[in-house]
């Protein structure tokens, strides 16, 4: 994880300081403990190990991960918190009170949200990468997977939080991400290639 986050970081030292300066310092083991019990779960140690480095950035003034926001342990909560407030509150359920489901990939379990899917990053708008602890059968515990405020899809970006931050620093790497002042962070070079001004990004 050390080696995977050293080569996130260089590229942000090299590309976008103004980002890494957002990162905080890393998260204590007591603090770790105390998100997993009232979370009810427990982390993956790669998870774990990521958060001592660095735990999250501390605003969103610029986007960390594509366009979102890197979370927190305590903005982690925060945004769980509200996901389980609509929960409880039979917001997802249809009228005979039933989970109303979703459009889940092979792997995911077909529920609008689970508590067990722990929110890693925000987009602005009510949207996150999170880590499933409750896979379906098919599924791989502690899986990326998207979840949309708005949008019944459900997909597996990654088998793992690890292959997850790899393939995140490989596209640092290759120029699939770029940073953009416009954008207000890093974000996806295809979502801008068709600008006619370019010449606020780096790579």
Request: glycine share 8%.
């Amino acid at each position: 994880m050390e080696k995977i986050w050293a080569q996130i970081e260089n590229w942000f030292r090299a590309n976008a300081p103004q980002v890494l300066e957002s990162l905080q310092i890393g998260a204590s083991d007591t603090e770790i403990a105390e998100l997993e019990e009232f979370l009810a779960i427990q982390l993956p140690e790669d998870v774990k190990a990521l958060y001592r480095i660095h735990n999250g950035q501390s605003d969103y003034t610029y986007s960390f991960f594509d366009g979102r926001e890197f979370l927190s342990l305590h903005r982690i909560k925060d945004e769980w918190q509200i996901w389980k407030e609509l929960l409880d509150n039979g917001t997802f359920q249809d009228s005979n009170g039933q989970d109303q489901g979703c459009d889940p990939d092979l792997g995911i379990r077909n529920l609008w949200w689970s508590d067990k899917w722990i929110p890693l990053t925000y987009d602005g708008c009510g949207n996150h990468d999170c880590l499933d602890l409750a896979p379906d059968a098919s599924g791989t515990l502690g899986q990326i997977i998207t979840m949309w405020h708005d949008d019944s899809e459900r997909k597996i970006v990654a088998p793992s939080f690890r292959a997850w931050l790899q393939n995140y620093a490989e596209g640092l790497a290759s120029g699939k991400f770029i940073f953009s002042e416009e954008y207000g962070g890093v974000i996806e070079a295809a979502t801008i290639q068709s600008s006619p001004n370019t010449s606020h990004l780096a790579q």
